[in-house]
């Protein structure tokens, strides 16, 4: 089986402290980026996040705020010394299942089978054992959602 492929980068992933999320958000703004989605994604990853667009390009960062202490990201930040900071850096893929078994298939370790993310996408997660740090693989949402 050929690997799928990553087509771009969907999106650098930034864990903020709880309580910072919209200090955080104002200081990129002033820096010409601008707002595209905000959401809070419950379940397992159970955080507050923004989507913020780097000038006029489709490069975005998404800020990660937990809304709990035991959110994987209240966790991240603990290990970081209660400082945000890089948390994921996340791919894109057309089809997230042929892309999760081929990795699944030559001995990667995921954190979770494909599911739900937010903006209606299709996500799971590379472990950072396998590079070091985590990698998000997202598929877009179908243009009905």
Request: charged share 20%; glycine share 10%; proline share 6%.
């Amino acid at each position: 089986m050929n690997f799928p492929g990553f087509e771009f980068i969907d999106h650098i992933g930034i864990s903020v402290p709880q309580g910072t999320l919209e200090q955080s958000v104002e200081k990129y703004k002033l820096l010409g980026f601008t707002e595209v989605h905000r959401e809070e994604v419950h379940g397992t990853h159970m955080v507050r996040e923004v989507l913020l667009r780097i000038g006029t390009s489709q490069n975005l960062v998404q800020l990660l705020e937990p809304l709990s202490p035991e959110s994987p990201v209240a966790r991240m930040i603990e290990k970081q010394g209660g400082r945000g900071g890089f948390a994921h850096l996340a791919f894109r893929v057309q089809d997230i299942n042929a892309a999760y078994g081929y990795l699944k298939e030559n001995g990667f370790h995921m954190t979770q089978e494909p599911g739900p993310g937010s903006r209606g996408t299709q996500i799971f997660f590379v472990h950072p054992k396998d590079f070091s740090y985590l990698i998000e693989v997202v598929q877009e949402a179908p243009a009905n959602v």
